[in-house]
């Protein structure tokens, strides 16, 4: 069982836009930290829009925005 970080989540966050709100059309790796405690406090949706939201969330509380940078290149 591989317990590593799935790659496909990191590619999809590099490359899918926020379908709804104050952010609409904006690459989730890009929505600022404030949008995603929002989210954080009030629930992340259901589904793979969540997931995504909640690990970029994660990934931003951390400070290992870096690990996006070369997916966004790519």
């Known amino acids: 069982m591989n317990n590593g970080p799935d790659g496909t989540i990191l590619l999809q966050l590099v ?3 926020m379908p709804f709100g104050k952010y609409k059309g904006t690459l989730i790796c890009d929505l600022p930290v404030s949008y995603l405690e929002w989210f954080q406090k009030k629930g992340f949706p259901q589904g793979k829009l ?7 969330y994660e ?16």
Do not use: C
Request: glycine share 8%; aromatic share 0%; hydrophobic share 55%.
């Open 15 to 17: 490359a899918m836009k």
């Open 50 to 56: 969540g997931i995504l939201l909640e690990t970029m």
């Open 59 to 74: 990934i931003k509380l951390n400070g290992l925005e870096k690990l996006l940078v070369p997916l966004k290149k790519a």
